[in-house]
Protein backbone atom coordinates (compact mmCIF):
# COMPACT_ATOMS: atom_id res chain seq x y z
CA UNK A 1 0.00 0.00 0.00
CA UNK A 2 1.18 3.27 -0.88
CA UNK A 3 1.22 6.44 1.46
CA UNK A 4 1.99 10.02 1.45
CA UNK A 5 2.82 10.33 4.72
CA UNK A 6 6.09 11.26 4.29
CA UNK A 7 4.82 14.25 1.48
CA UNK A 8 2.58 15.16 4.13
CA UNK A 9 4.86 14.98 7.33
CA UNK A 10 7.55 17.07 5.57
CA UNK A 11 5.06 19.60 4.34
CA UNK A 12 4.58 20.37 7.99
CA UNK A 13 8.52 20.54 8.89
CA UNK A 14 7.94 17.04 10.91
CA UNK A 15 10.93 15.04 11.66
CA UNK A 16 10.15 11.21 11.45
CA UNK A 17 10.85 11.50 15.63
CA UNK A 18 8.77 14.55 16.27
CA UNK A 19 5.61 13.15 13.84
CA UNK A 20 6.11 9.43 15.83
CA UNK A 21 5.69 11.25 19.26
CA UNK A 22 2.83 13.08 18.18
CA UNK A 23 0.66 10.18 16.85
CA UNK A 24 1.98 8.02 19.52
CA UNK A 25 4.21 5.39 18.12
CA UNK A 26 8.02 4.78 17.32
CA UNK A 27 10.03 6.66 14.84
CA UNK A 28 10.69 2.84 13.52
CA UNK A 29 7.14 2.32 12.76
CA UNK A 30 7.11 5.67 10.67
CA UNK A 31 10.02 5.03 8.61
CA UNK A 32 8.55 1.33 8.16
CA UNK A 33 5.07 2.89 6.85
CA UNK A 34 7.30 5.62 4.68
CA UNK A 35 8.84 2.67 3.02
CA UNK A 36 5.94 1.05 3.16
CA UNK A 37 7.19 -2.19 4.63
CA UNK A 38 4.48 -1.61 7.06
CA UNK A 39 0.49 -1.30 6.93
CA UNK A 40 -0.82 0.17 9.54
CA UNK A 41 -3.66 -1.02 11.52
CA UNK A 42 -6.62 1.24 10.76
CA UNK A 43 -6.67 2.79 14.49
CA UNK A 44 -3.21 4.23 13.18
CA UNK A 45 -4.80 4.44 9.69
CA UNK A 46 -7.40 7.21 11.57
CA UNK A 47 -5.29 8.75 13.71
CA UNK A 48 -2.85 9.54 11.21
CA UNK A 49 -5.23 10.76 8.80
CA UNK A 50 -6.82 13.32 11.40
CA UNK A 51 -3.57 14.62 12.29
CA UNK A 52 -2.93 15.58 8.66
CA UNK A 53 -7.09 16.67 8.74
CA UNK A 54 -7.29 14.37 5.40
CA UNK A 55 -9.45 11.60 4.68
CA UNK A 56 -7.36 7.83 5.15
CA UNK A 57 -7.94 7.76 1.08
CA UNK A 58 -5.87 11.13 0.92
CA UNK A 59 -3.14 9.49 2.69
CA UNK A 60 -3.19 5.75 1.84
CA UNK A 61 -3.88 4.45 -1.60
CA UNK A 62 -4.58 1.05 -2.24
CA UNK A 63 -3.10 -1.14 -4.96
CA UNK A 64 -4.15 -4.44 -6.28
Not at 15 to 25: D, K, P, W, Y
Amino acid sequence: MKTRIQELRKERGLSQESFAREIGVTRQTIISLEKEKYVASLELAFKIAKFFNKSIEEVFIYEE
